[in-house]
T-cell receptor, first 116, second 111 residues
């Protein structure tokens, strides 16, 4: 079963507008972490934002915020005031505990195109 | 601040050859993860190490092996390379399962 679902293969947004990238997850754990990563065309994975399952407030990091709805198991990324440099692939990921450690599983990603 | 260092950045190998990828985690990070990302795909978890012991194993082929050394650096060894092994290989490290940081990746091309 798919643990992380990103239903939007591609998204377009006008420069300076806000955009929401969807992410839903599936877990039976009470304690888990949710991440968003940005992968530009150069290939590196850039950490954007983190939300712990026990965090009551939505995480924010500059122009990035995570709309965490625990009951719906969704962790959407909101990018405000989009910039041309935001054009990239965005991955939602979930960290779960396993015996002896942790593992992070990624969604299929959403490719964001920012238009001038 | 120091980041996760991966070497080499690019590697070209022929089929059936062997490759070794290296990863140097952020100092004092106790966990190292390896991921494989094929063209146009999401990263797939391969294997992880916690305090130099293998902690979890994902979709790592039997032709691949990995270990973490006493200085916490890790190596991913890949033998009998196949064309399908061409991918971007990421290493990530974390401390107390937080601060999950990726290296820049090694792009392996098998020809």
């Amino acid at each position: 079963a798919q643990k992380i679902t990103q239903t939007q293969p591609g998204m377009f947004v006008q420069e300076k507008e806000a955009v929401t990238l969807d992410c839903t997850y599936d877990t039976s754990d009470q304690s888990y972490g949710l991440f968003w990563y940005k992968q530009p065309s150069s290939g590196e994975m850039i950490f954007l934002i983190y939300q712990g399952s026990y965090d009551e407030q939505n995480a924010t990091e500059g122009r990035y915020s995570l709309n965490f709805q625990k009951a719906r198991k969704s962790a959407n990324l909101v990018i405000s005031a989009s910039q041309l440099g935001d054009s990239a692939m965005y991955f939602c990921a979930m960290r779960e505990a396993y015996t002896g450690g942790f593992k992070t599983i990624f969604g299929a990603g959403t490719r964001l195109f920012v238009k001038a | 601040a120091a980041g996760v260092i991966q070497s080499p950045r690019h590697l070209i190998k022929e089929k059936r050859e062997t490759a070794t990828l290296k990863c140097y985690p952020i100092p004092r990070h106790d966990t190292v993860y390896w991921y494989q990302q094929g063209p146009g795909q999401d990263p797939q978890f391969l294997i992880s190490f916690y305090e130099k012991m293998q902690s979890d194993k994902g979709s790592i082929p039997d032709r691949f092996s990995a270990q973490q050394f006493s200085d916490y650096h890790s190596e991913l060894n890949m033998s009998s390379l196949e064309l399908g092994d061409s991918a971007l290989y990421f290493c990530a490290s974390s401390k107390d399962s937080y601060g999950y940081t990726f290296g820049s990746g090694t792009r392996l091309t098998v020809v």
